[in-house]
């Protein structure tokens, strides 16, 4: 059950950066911005040419530029941290890019609690929150490399502006599954007492741990990858919650906003079913940790899914014999 255990695989980065390279020859259009984030080498940068430009970190003017780019009629992939997206240039993303609706790939490292051993300020816990609101945007969430290589694909051609939430680390990657689609939730085990719904590679990791321990106590879950938070796919949704009696969220993300204020606000209206939302608790992590060490302090991990599962639907199975 616990992730140590798990065989490492690529960090979303990575995935990432491996797989643009190769799209920024096929694309004249395209073109890569980066704020020093280091994750662009000299190779890459003499293989891309002037199709990548390093623009040190100024945040604010990477997102300006990015937009007067796009409405030029070229495709930037903008890189930064996902801290400094969606606080420090919030305004020029929604003003300059999204109130534009303008192709602009903001690809965001160190989601999360990934930037953990550098503290608080270089945490994203609100990011999914503050732009799954902008109109237009489309906000995604890779579980494993994999998935990041499609999503980068799929958005040459994609309307309007995206967002990316990326790791640091290794994480191993899913089961064999069909291939992700930006817009579709990916069901990676079915199950009729309890869903488990997810985005991001450890919440997704420790969901499928937790749905293995449950099987052996006599609870079926369906393991539901929310990856695409923007457009949110209402049908898949409510398809799986249909017959569970709880629906639990898992992310890592402040519990207020994100993936699980997605999925209360959609069933309330949609399917309405009792949502157990399991994230980070609302405060500020005072603690500067490894990224797998602050999951545990916190609860994110397939025990603590176990745990609030079986605790929330145990008087219901008392009822039952």
Known sequence: MSRATATPGRATRDAYRESLLPLLARHPELICLDSDTGLFGTEF????????????????NLMGMAAGLAASGRVP???TMAAFATSRALEFIKIDIAYNRLPVRIMATHGGLAAGHLGPTHQALEDLAVLRV?????????????????????SVGLDGPLYVRLGRKAT??????????IGRAQTLR??????????????????LAAADTLAGRGIEATV?????LRPFDTAALVAAAGPA???????????????????????????????????????????????????DQY??????????????????RTQVR
């Open 190 to 207: 079915h199950g009729g007492d309890v869903v488990l719904a997810c985005c991001g590679p450890y919440p997704v990791l420790a969901c």
């Open 134 to 154: 902008l109109p237009g945007m489309t906000v995604v969430v890779p579980a494993d490399a994999a998935a990041t290589e499609a999503f980068v694909a799929q």
């Open 224 to 228: 539901l990858n929310l990856h695409t």
């Open 245 to 295: 009696r709880l629906v639990v969220t898992v992310e890592e993300h402040w519990r207020g906003g994100g993936l699980g204020g997605a999925v209360a606000e959609t069933l309330a209206e949609a399917a309405p079913t009792r949502v157990l939302r399991l994230g980070m608790p609302d405060q500020f992590v005072d603690t500067v940790g490894n990224h797998e060490y602050l999951l």
């Open 45 to 60: 940068a003499a293989c891309a040419g002037e199709q990548y430009l390093n623009l040190g970190i100024a945040e604010h």
């Open 299 to 316: 609860g994110i991990t397939a025990e603590q899914v176990v745990n609030a599962v079986v605790t929330a639907l145990s008087p219901e």
């Open 77 to 79: 992939f903008v890189n």
């Open 172 to 181: 191993p990657p899913l089961p064999a599954a069909a291939a992700p689609v």
